[in-house]
């Protein structure tokens, strides 16, 4: 058993180091569709009940996996906030309607 043959530190088992090349991060598609899809909830409010949840999630997913720079926060934020506008707009104009209804049934 030949301890030079297994030893790392040969001059053939060396791996040159390479700067990690720079390349800017890919675009927020789950921010980016969360802000459209809440802009669409609260746009048309009671027709579409899956509008202002799918909202809700991508938003809140992007929120989750964003970067920590201040550069790319807006986006993330911006739709986890539309995601709950929508939701709340979409509730809301629930809760009004019933009331509405109650109010004059009686």
Sequence with gaps: MSSSKMDPRRPDKIVPFHMPSNVPPSSDYAGNLAVAVGMGGIMVRNSFKAFPWIAAFFGASSMLNSRKTKRDDSVGFSGAVLGLVSLF?????????HKRAMDNAA
């Design 89 to 97: 707009t979409y509730y809301l104009n629930m809760y009004m309607m």
